[in-house]
């Protein structure tokens, strides 16, 4: 039983670049979220995805797209990347309760660290 | 949003109870208190959560106040791989359940 698995955990761009961060869960979860974290300072939402075939926009969500491709896939894509996104990105699912005033746990991945030139 | 207010740091001495505090003062009603931890660079892990009675799991205690303003978190017998920072989360009661973190308290357990 994996959790969340991210991929890649390194990755270096140059400016202006694209990329997709991939996210996979096994857990059956119904939400999945995307987080970034700069140095010394706590997580920040960018994206969400309350259930398969819906997302929303975190805090965060200039210069970034997701897709939730399937229940157990979320992706978040750079379309043309630049330093103010180098970043951890953490990649975290939830069951998410039933009832909106019902309990929430997250389960995070390990992150991946991108870094933009 | 309800907003949390912790100590930046706290330090605590290995095999002795470690409390972290945590102010929500806006905190409404239905709304829940997580604790989470992040150790070095590595993914949160989550620990706690409760919404108005006492808590207490394998990893930690949490302790509410009456009126909900407050929260502690104890780790009864704080080791070295305790070491991390730790966030007080208070999720909000939206659609998608957003939980912003802040900037967490840096536990140092010292031998």
């Known amino acids: 039983n994996a959790g969340v698995t991210q991929t890649p955990k390194f990755q270096v761009l140059k400016t202006g670049q694209s990329m997709t961060l991939q996210c996979a869960q096994d857990?059956?979860?119904?939400?999945m979220y995307w987080y970034r974290q700069d140095p010394g300072m706590g997580l920040r939402l960018i994206y969400y995805s309350a259930s398969e075939g819906t997302t929303d926009k975190g805090e965060v969500p200039n210069g970034y797209n997701v897709s939730r491709l399937n229940k157990r896939e979320f992706s978040l894509r750079l379309e043309s990347a630049a330093p103010s996104q180098t970043s951890v990105y953490f990649c975290?699912?939830?069951?998410?309760?039933?009832?909106?005033?019902?309990?929430?746990?997250?389960?995070f991945g390990a992150g991946s660290r991108l870094t933009v030139l | 949003d309800a907003k949390t207010t912790q100590p930046t740091s706290m330090d605590c001495a290995e095999g002795r109870a470690a409390n972290l505090p945590c102010n929500h003062s806006?905190?409404?009603?239905?709304?829940?208190v997580y604790w989470y931890r992040q150790i070095h660079s590595q993914g949160p892990q989550y620990i706690i959560h409760?919404?108005?009675n006492n808590e207490t799991n394998e990893m930690a205690s949490l302790i509410i106040t009456e009126d909900r303003k407050s929260s502690t978190l104890i780790l009864p017998h704080a080791t070295l791989r305790d070491t991390a920072v730790y966030y007080c989360i208070v999720r909000v009661v939206e659609y998608g359940n957003k939980l912003v973190f802040g900037a967490g308290t840096i536990l140092r357990v010292k031998s």
């Open positions: 857990m059956n979860h119904n939400s």
């Open positions: 806006t905190i409404s009603g239905n709304e829940y």
């Open positions: 409760g919404l108005k």
């Open positions: 975290a699912s939830s069951e998410a309760p039933q009832e909106s005033s019902g309990a929430n746990v997250l389960t």
